[in-house]
């Protein structure tokens, strides 16, 4: 058991445990810290943006985050706010989950002893979603309730980890249910389309509603989006995100769910899968020479 001193006895077991977490230059590590990146970017380019909540304490996120998003009964998770300690012995871990229990801070242990560079954070990820991280990692997470702290192992080390708030509601939206959101009396629902201005001349807006922020400038519209400076977006409301095929959408929501928009979504197969799946009139088109009928990445 711990001694009195508390934070003092997890320092000193510190020579223990090796300083390595997340380090991209020591190979293809899938468990990140880092906000997702847009594919399209060169390998090794770094996002410039920063979360939503910035720098505040863990302790108001969380309390933000509990109180902004709801579990459907029975749902399954799709979505998860999370921080973690990472330590490279389970002793060490049980003796962090057992100072938890006992009501210490979680982001202050996790400044001091963990060896993930999110520690500077207190161990705060951010918003993740079901494959971003290794799958022990996610199966404890997908399947833990908002407030559980949780001990596991996976390749990286021991890690223990809170939920600090989670969501059921799907990342991708089915052409189907767009069309019914789309109709007199449906629930609201904010929607952006992200195609470049060349694309909207050969298929325009499918609604007024939806606002123009193409994916080509998203390292400038993004940072204002997530802190609140975009006209007509509420960061609190459900939002979708809509390209030509699906691929940019996804991108798109898939990065700002993770920066602290729980309620991205995409259109599953872009305006293309809609027009040919809820509205034959909406035009179909190839977005350049090099674009094909069967792949997602438009």
């Known amino acids: 058991r711990m001694r009195s001193s508390g934070l003092m006895s997890l320092a000193l077991l510190l020579s223990a445990v090796l300083p390595a977490c997340l380090a991209l230059a020591a190979g293809p590590v899938r468990l990140r810290s880092a906000p997702v990146v ?29 109180a902004a998003v709801a579990i ?15 330590v490279d ?3 060490l871990a049980l003796l962090v989950a057992e100072k938890l229990d006992q009501g210490s801070d979680f982001a202050q242990i996790a400044e001091t002893v963990s060896t993930c560079e999110s520690a500077a954070r207190g161990g705060d990820l951010g918003w993740i979603t079901p494959g971003m991280y290794v799958a022990e990692f996610d199966a404890v997470v997908f399947n833990s309730q ?8 996976t390749p990286f080390g021991w890690h223990v980890i809170r939920v600090l708030a989670a969501s059921s509601l799907p990342l991708p939206m089915a ?6 959101r789309l109709a007199p009396g449906a ?27 193409p994916y080509t400038q998203w390292q400038e519209w993004t940072p204002r989006l997530i802190a609140a400076e975009i006209s007509g977006i509420d960061l609190d409301q459900e939002t979708l995100f809509m390209d030509h095929r699906g691929g940019r959408g996804e991108r798109i929501a898939q990065f700002l769910a993770q920066s602290g928009l729980p309620l991205a979504r995409y259109l599953d197969g872009g305006i293309n899968a809609y ?3 809820a509205d034959a009139s909406v035009p179909l088109y190839l977005e350049s020479a090099g674009d094909c009928s069967t792949c997602h990445e438009h």
């Open 38 to 66: 847009p594919r399209w970017l060169p390998a090794g380019s770094a996002s410039p943006m920063s979360t939503r909540h910035g720098p505040q304490p863990l302790a108001l996120i969380e309390a933000e985050a509990a």
């Open 72 to 86: 459907e009964p029975g749902a399954a998770l799709t979505r998860a706010h999370v921080a973690h300690i990472l």
């Open 89 to 91: 012995t389970e002793e």
């Open 146 to 153: 908002p407030g559980e702290t949780v001990v596991v192992d």
């Open 175 to 180: 052409p189907a249910e767009l069309k019914r």
């Open 187 to 213: 629930p609201p629902l904010q929607m952006v389309d992200v195609r470049d201005l060349d694309e909207l001349e050969r298929a325009p807006l499918l609604d007024p509603r939806f606002l123009s922020l």
């Open 275 to 277: 027009a040919e799946q």
